[in-house]
């Protein structure tokens, strides 16, 4: 086959987005474990080693440059190099939202209760490892099913960062109800309750924006493999 | 332009085109239509029923490996394959409501309609004035020759450079600017179709992009056909391209940006993406 080099360049490049998909899946293992135990040394491990999935990105992100520049490629090959560049883009910023997940955890552990951070945790995972899977397999229609699932991951978590709210709400009617008398509202309690409250809706908010990361390289797999921009739009 | 003494609106030199013909007329907008056109080169098929229609004032770029047909096509459509005596010619090449290869058709008249502009630049060993005027003295212009000459070279965005040198030897000029002289001199004779063989791929760079920027602005007054060994080229200047293949076969006539991106034929996309070829 003519173009060997080249090949094995468009190839090598299609492996490596694969492997920085299953590292940044493992790094969202992390921060999800460390959110919800508040394993503090995993926090940091997640925060610590983010540098290396930049790392990743700007070189296949050098590479791609240089596909393109000095290789012209085109049809296939051109979808497969502009599509891997944006797809690596997401999973960074999917990396990047790992760590905020893993402090989110805290020195005295997990998020606030009303948050199931392993469960819409894992959602949201499972979304990027299922799209990663599809680029990796070339897979129109898990792409499709990743794109339609997004609506139900996000009433989800909505159904949380409302949970989150009526807990204060309650909390706080209930604090107003236990005193007697015109006494000042405990301070302290209330800031710490809002703390922890703005922490669950962000925890909620990152993952959420993860699982629309996972839709992105979904569109951009799909386009990658039948040249349809229906997900990206 | 106009004023040339020919009839611009007949090919032929003497015969009108047959009332009769029941062959199906080309779209509206069809600048040059091939119907089931084969080529042979003695027992060699060069071209195999070929049929595609070219829009008017577009750039149509011809690809494919070498030996695949595409400047054979390219040489029928002013029928410079006539002067191959083994070229053998079935099918037909519509031009102007009338199949070139008909009998009473004069191939002087129809390559003054379907200029050429050949791989190296070829001006004639005279003065940059009488290279463009040539083609106007053949055909016994009247009008005023040297605002023609003016016209042809502002055309081919030559005119700023030789305007002072319009007595100078074509020949002193560089590849670029021969290639372009060429092109003026292609265009002096008012056609309405622009055949180009690869017109930059005795060019340096710049002078290459000089022209292919020429090729854009010839297209709003020319219907231009090119082929072209560079696909990055014919992805860049042309509206349309043609995938010819092995043994003459058009195996995809498409938009270039459909061609580029996505084409229907995965040979089509091995042999641009370089898998074969």
């Given at each position: 086959m003519p173009r060997e080099n080249y090949q094995a360049r468009l190839d090598e490049l299609g492996a490596d987005v694969v492997a920085m998909g299953e590292t940044v899946c493992d790094r969202l293992d992390d921060a999800i474990e460390a959110a919800v135990s508040?394993?503090?040394?995993?926090?940091?491990?997640?925060?610590e080693t983010d540098h290396e999935v930049n790392e990743t990105y700007l070189a296949l992100e050098d590479e791609c440059t240089e596909l393109l520049a000095l290789q012209q490629p085109v049809a296939g090959d051109l979808r497969l190099v502009t599509a891997s560049f944006k797809i690596i883009t997401d999973l960074e910023r999917v990396a990047d939202l790992a760590t905020n997940v893993a402090a989110y955890g805290g020195p005295e552990g997990g998020v606030h209760d009303a948050v199931d951070v392993r469960a819409l945790g894992d959602g949201a995972r499972e979304m990027v490892a299922d799209a990663v899977a599809a680029y990796a397999a070339r897979d129109p229609d898990a792409c499709r099913q990743i794109a339609a699932s997004d609506d139900a991951f996000d009433d989800r978590c909505r159904e949380a960062s409302e949970a989150v709210v009526r807990e204060l709400l309650e909390a706080d009617r209930a604090r107003n109800a236990a005193r007697d008398g015109p006494e000042p509202t405990?301070?302290?309690?209330?800031?710490?309750?809002?703390?922890?409250?703005?922490?669950?809706?962000?925890?909620?908010?990152?993952l959420e924006r993860i699982a629309d990361h996972a839709v992105n390289v979904a569109a951009r797999t799909l386009y990658m493999i039948e040249n349809d921009d229906e997900l990206i739009y | 332009?106009?004023?040339?003494?020919?009839?611009?609106?007949?090919?032929?030199?003497?015969?009108q085109a047959d009332s009769n013909d029941d062959r199906a007329a080309p779209a509206a907008g069809t600048a040059v239509a091939a119907r089931d056109l084969d080529v042979f080169y003695g027992d060699e098929q060069a071209i195999d029923d070929v049929t595609m229609e070219i829009p008017e004032k577009r750039v149509t770029a011809l690809i494919g490996p070498s030996g695949c047909?595409?400047?054979?096509?390219?040489r029928c459509i002013n029928r410079m394959n006539d002067m191959i005596e083994i070229c053998r010619v079935e099918g037909d090449v519509e031009f102007g409501g009338k199949n070139v290869y008909d009998g009473d058709v004069d191939p002087v008249a129809l390559r003054r309609k379907i200029g050429m502009v050949f791989q190296k630049p070829n001006p004639f060993p005279k003065s940059i004035r009488d290279n463009v005027a040539y083609g106007l003295k053949i055909q016994g212009f009247d009008g005023d020759v040297d605002a023609r000459v003016e016209e042809s070279l502002k055309g081919a965005a030559?005119?700023?450079?030789?305007?002072?040198?319009?007595?100078?030897?074509?020949l002193e000029l560089s590849g670029g600017q021969q290639q372009r002289l060429c092109i003026a001199r292609a265009i002096a004779p008012d056609p309405e179709v622009i055949l180009m063989d690869e017109p930059t791929s005795a060019l340096d760079p710049v002078a290459a992009s000089k022209i292919e920027d020429l090729i854009d602005d010839l297209a709003e007054e020319y219907t231009v056909i090119i082929v072209t060994h560079n696909m990055q080229q014919a992805a860049r200047i042309s509206d349309r391209t043609a995938v010819f293949l092995t043994g003459g076969e058009l195996v995809e006539y498409d938009d270039t940006a459909k061609?580029?991106?996505d084409p229907e034929e995965q040979r089509v996309e091995?042999?641009?993406?370089?898998?074969?070829?």
């Open positions: 508040g394993d503090e040394e995993l926090a940091r491990s997640v925060i405990d301070g302290e309690a209330l800031e710490a309750s809002l703390d922890e409250v703005s922490q669950a809706l962000l925890a909620v908010r990152d | 332009m106009s004023n040339t003494t020919s009839d611009d609106s007949l090919i032929t030199t003497e015969v047909g595409k400047s054979t096509f390219l030559l005119w700023d450079e030789v305007k002072d040198q319009l007595d100078s030897s074509g061609i580029f991106e091995d042999y641009i993406t370089g898998k074969f070829g």
